[in-house]
């Protein structure tokens, strides 16, 4: 089968200073995969470059093939930073809605079918009993599985969350991991995290990105030592094993 | 007061303030909530140039101030879209050059003896019928655009970047919002004057957020707050002979401190 994702000797930079280097990465099907990196170390960068925001000064970036500006609409996307604009006078059920890439609009407001739709990733997150409060009424962890329902609500067959647990309280990260293995089953997950420890229960593949790229496969008993083609991060990821 | 009713200059003067106070009860909506406010502060004042320019060349006041703020407008939209942390920069010296061609066009025009106090502080017991129909087209503007693009508007004033990612032309928006916030903010000048135009796009705004829990609820109520505060402050201006657009100002402002007030007693 042929990735979903495939990005070929990728560079980038911001006003000549390059942020990423040669970055070579491939996404299957049902993949789950965590970014990690230092802060400036271009992760969110590599996530504008998938979602075709930026576009790619050297090298390539398929998505299903072709450039990721033609595939928005299979690609659901959880922003970092949920917690802007709490004030906004907004129903979470519109907040969801706002995920419709708008092809079935009718000539005013939204279609039945698009509402609907929006209740469904509601229910997909457990959050439909919130659908008209107001978003600035929710704790952390409630507003960020209503950004998970606004990006699952175009039915997306990839789903890219950048720092999803960065201001949730330990139980709303454990709910939204949980979730997200759910929903795991049947879409592919990239998650850009800082807890490394959490992710690596998950995930089944990890990119640690500086600038370049260290990618390592995880297998089923996470036995990184014989996996990691990398040595200069072995050394961190063992510390890792050992904390835990 | 009742026999007040009869004189065609009072009847304008309501109708003017409910039209104004309908069309910034939307549009401040949409400014306060994408925390615009200093940007429309900057439009009003640059619009004064376009009233100076219009009493110079013997133009229709509303059509100079509506250029020079429809104008402003469209700087500040690109400035924002390429440039956005200079942009209070670019607006404090817009808001003052404005100013400052509006005062010396009014000095250089023969026979112009300083009405211009008017445009400041407002002059609703002035206004025409002319001025009576552009209130009334501008708000039919507003309202068929907001319905037509309600969800468009909401999705670039919550979240403009996921707008964006989701196939919404942020920029198109953008601009709109802010094209739409100079033309009230040019019929408001006639009601409450350009300095006063803030408050009228705030006040009653800021008490709507708080009792709202959609984007058009907040516009409905804040159509509704505007148009008590206008019609009370135009009341207490006759009884007491002052200034129209300080006593509808004021009668908001103390509407909002009565409001706060309440609310923290309640919190309790």
């Known amino acids: 089968m042929s990735p979903i994702i495939e990005i070929q000797n990728l560079s980038f930079s911001y006003h000549k200073q390059k942020v990423l280097e040669e970055i070579n990465l491939c996404v299957e099907e049902k993949d789950f995969l965590a970014i990690i990196g230092p802060n400036g170390g271009g992760k969110?960068?590599?996530?504008?470059?998938?979602?075709?925001?930026?576009?790619?000064?050297?090298?390539?970036?398929?998505?299903?093939?072709?450039?990721?500006?033609?595939?928005?609409?299979?690609?659901?996307?959880?922003?970092?930073?949920t917690n802007v604009n709490i004030d906004f006078p907004i129903k979470v059920i519109e907040v969801v809605l706002m995920g419709h890439i708008g092809t079935k609009r009718p000539l005013f407001g939204y279609a039945k079918e698009e509402t609907l739709c929006a209740m469904g990733a509601l229910e997909q997150v457990g959050m439909e009993k919130f659908a008209n409060e107001k978003i600035g009424s929710l704790s952390g962890g409630q507003r960020q599985r209503v950004m998970i329902a606004r990006a699952l609500?175009?039915?997306?067959?990839?789903?890219?969350?950048?720092?999803?647990?960065?201001?949730?309280?330990?139980?709303?990260?454990?709910?939204?991991?949980?979730?997200?293995?759910?929903?795991?089953?049947?879409?592919?997950?990239?998650?850009?995290?800082?807890?490394?420890?959490?992710?690596?229960?998950?995930?089944?593949?990890?990119?640690?990105?500086?600038?370049?790229?260290?990618?390592?496969?995880?297998?089923?008993?996470?036995?990184?030592?014989?996996?990691?083609?990398?040595?200069?991060?072995?050394?961190?990821?063992?510390?890792?094993?050992?904390?835990? | 007061m009742l026999e007040a009713l009869s004189y065609p200059f009072i009847q304008n003067a309501l109708m003017a303030g409910l039209l104004v106070s309908m069309a910034s009860g939307i549009i401040g909506s949409l400014i306060v909530v994408n925390r615009m406010v200093f940007l429309a502060g900057g439009i009003a004042h640059t619009a004064y140039g376009g009233i100076g320019v219009a009493v110079f060349?013997?133009?229709?006041?509303?059509?100079?101030?509506?250029?020079?703020?429809?104008?402003?407008?469209?700087?500040?939209?690109?400035?924002?879209?390429?440039?956005?942390?200079?942009?209070?920069?670019?607006?404090?010296?817009?808001?003052?050059?404005?100013?400052?061609?509006?005062?010396?066009?009014?000095?250089?025009?023969?026979?112009?003896?300083?009405?211009?106090?008017?445009?400041?502080?407002?002059?609703?017991?002035?206004?025409?019928?002319?001025?009576?129909?552009?209130?009334?087209?501008?708000?039919?503007?507003?309202?068929?655009?907001?319905?037509?693009?309600?969800?468009?508007?909401?999705a670039v004033s919550y979240d403009s970047e996921y707008a964006n990612l989701r196939g919404i032309n942020v920029r198109f928006f953008y601009t709109l919002i802010l094209i739409l916030s100079a033309l009230t903010v040019v019929v408001a000048i006639k009601v409450v004057g350009l300095i006063l135009v803030i408050a009228l796009l705030t006040i009653p705004v800021y008490i709507a957020e708080k009792l709202s829990t959609t984007l058009y609820m907040m516009m409905i109520l804040s159509g509704i707050f505007s148009s008590v505060f206008t019609l009370l402050g135009l009341y207490v201006s006759y009884e007491y002979d002052i200034a129209s657009g300080a006593s509808i100002i004021l009668i908001s402002a103390f509407s909002l401190f009565l409001f706060l007030g309440v609310n923290r007693l309640l919190a309790r």
Not at chain 1, 156 to 165: A, G, K, S, V
Not at chain 1, 224 to 233: A, S
Not at chain 2, 82 to 102: P, Y
Not at chain 2, 119 to 141: H, K, N, R, T
Request: aromatic share 10%.
């Open chain 1, 44 to 81: 969110s960068t590599l996530l504008k470059l998938i979602l075709g925001i930026n576009k790619p000064q050297e090298g390539t970036i398929l998505t299903f093939g072709e450039t990721p500006k033609k595939n928005l609409s299979k690609i659901g996307y959880v922003p970092q930073n």
């Open chain 2, 57 to 154: 060349l013997g133009l229709p006041i509303f059509l100079g101030a509506s250029i020079f703020a429809v104008g402003s407008a469209l700087i500040i939209a690109m400035i924002t879209l390429k440039h956005r942390e200079r942009m209070d920069t670019f607006i404090g010296l817009m808001w003052a050059v404005g100013m400052a061609v509006g005062v010396v066009l009014i000095d250089l025009t023969p026979g112009y003896n300083a009405n211009f106090m008017s445009y400041l502080f407002g002059s609703i017991l002035a206004v025409s019928q002319e001025d009576l129909w552009f209130m009334g087209s501008l708000l039919a503007l507003i309202i068929f655009i907001m319905t037509f693009w309600y969800r468009d508007i909401l």
């Open chain 1, 153 to 244: 609500c175009a039915h997306p067959q990839i789903l890219i969350l950048d720092e999803p647990t960065a201001s949730i309280d330990i139980d709303g990260q454990k709910q939204i991991y949980k979730l997200l293995q759910e929903l795991n089953n049947y879409i592919t997950i990239i998650v850009v995290s800082h807890d490394i420890s959490v992710i690596m229960q998950y995930a089944n593949k990890v990119a640690h990105i500086n600038k370049r790229l260290t990618h390592h496969h995880m297998s089923q008993e996470n036995d990184l030592k014989h996996k990691c083609d990398h040595f200069c991060e072995v050394e961190m990821f063992n510390q890792l094993r050992e904390d835990k």
